[in-house]
């Protein structure tokens, strides 16, 4: 059964910057689409990053384009997702999420993905 592990959350200052990983069992991330969702409190959850079969193919959420880097480590079979300038929007939970089927390019859509993460919070404090 695949696994999917966030760590990294917690309290950033607004400004600050933090960084995301997702640990993977029984899948092996670096050949599998993998993105990143968020949920902020009484909001529904967003789009926030993902990444193709190949690691060039990435795309953003336009409220963090700039600001936000999806990778992979995959001697250590995790992404991540690096982000800076944080401010008190980016507040929620967020989900790392991968998908058995294969894409070349991005997916943005959460219905794409079959294996989720429990979630980790990041609280932005102004």
């Known amino acids: 059964q695949v696994q999917l592990v966030e760590s990294g959350g917690g309290l950033v200052q607004a400004g600050g910057q933090l960084k995301l990983s997702c640990r993977a069992s029984?899948?092996?991330?670096?050949?599998?689409?993998v993105a990143w969702f968020r949920q902020a409190p009484g909001r529904e959850r967003e789009f926030v990053a993902a990444v193709g079969a190949r690691d060039e193919n990435t795309g953003y959420a336009d409220s963090v384009k700039g600001r936000a880097t999806i990778s992979r480590d995959p001697p250590k079979n995790t992404a991540l997702l690096e982000m800076n300038e944080l401010i008190p929007e980016d507040t929620a939970v967020y989900y790392c999420?991968?998908?058995?089927?294969?894409?070349?390019?991005?997916?943005?859509?959460?219905?794409?993905?079959?294996?989720w993460g429990q979630g980790i919070q990041v609280t932005v404090s102004s």
């Open positions: 029984h899948l092996t991330l670096a050949f599998n689409p």
């Open positions: 999420a991968a998908s058995r089927t294969f894409s070349v390019n991005y997916v943005s859509a959460q219905s794409f993905y079959d294996a």
